[in-house]
């Protein structure tokens, strides 16, 4: 946190993020909005009439859209968090390691299964493991070889893959999991279809090309997968936006 804000407890902090956070928004048109507390020059402000009234309109504008931002940059301190903790911990590792390391846990749980279920959960929880390893391995390619852009765009999704496939993979060989899973997927992808996707007739869309059943299941949870791994990306980049690495 900035050495500034400590002194001055949580209220302090909150100032300090949405000062940061509104002059962001004013960076977006306007240059020299950010960190001119320290700078020589200080911050930009327009000399003109009509750039004054532009200024201060599109700072008006910023102060509800700031105010709607700072509850998800919160979430986005927690996201960063866990993800720098995860990071650290796959960078250590290296390519090579993050495979051994999920062929080695899901190798051991795939011999357990072998031992101790049917074939069919055998075949479950080899194929759950194997989505997962290569979402995994995706993940930490995307996430270490690019930017940000590739880092939100690819590792986020990548990651939320690994999380949300196995089970749904796992689910088409073991009937007592698809017994917990596939319905409630279901019921998922009504709620979905009626609200956030009743939009422009995509809803209408998808429920006269697909069929919930089956390997569908599957295409549904990767599809989620996509937009919660951007917008997780988001978050912690908003995150980033309020309080740099260095703060």
């Not at 749904?168 to 997927?185: Q, R």
């Not at 422009?200 to 919930?212: D, K, S």
Request: charged fraction near 15%; hydrophobic fraction near 50%; avoid cysteine.
């Amino acid at each position: 946190m900035h050495g500034g804000t400590s002194s001055t407890g949580l209220v302090g902090a909150i100032r300090y993020d949405l000062r940061r956070l509104h002059e962001s928004w004013m960076a977006l048109f306007f240059p020299r909005q950010r960190g001119s507390q320290s700078g020589v020059l200080g911050k930009w402000e327009p000399s003109s009439t009509t750039g004054k009234v532009a200024y201060r309109a599109w700072s008006a504008v910023g102060t509800p859209v700031v105010g709607l931002l700072y509850p998800l940059a919160l979430f986005g301190f927690a996201a960063r968090y866990y993800t720098r903790k995860i990071d650290g911990t796959a960078t250590r590792l290296g390519v090579v390691g993050v495979v051994l390391l999920s062929l080695l846990v899901w190798g051991g749980l795939t011999a357990l299964a072998r031992i101790r279920f049917s074939t069919d959960g055998f075949l479950a929880v080899g194929a759950a493991g194997g989505v997962a390893t290569i979402a995994a391995v995706l993940a930490y390619l995307t996430g270490t070889r690019g930017g940000r852009g590739s880092t939100v765009l690819l590792a986020y999704p990548f990651a939320m893959t690994a999380l949300f496939l196995p089970p749904v993979v796992a689910a088409l060989y073991s009937p007592t999991l698809s017994e917990v899973i596939f319905p409630k997927s279901y019921t998922l992808a009504v709620w979905l279809l009626d609200n956030p996707l009743d939009l422009w007739g995509v809803n209408t869309f998808l429920r006269e090309q697909f069929t919930l059943e089956g390997a569908n299941y599957v295409a549904m949870w990767f599809g989620l997968s996509v937009p919660v791994g951007w917008f997780l990306g988001l978050l912690v980049t908003l995150a980033d936006i309020v309080r740099p690495k260095g703060d």
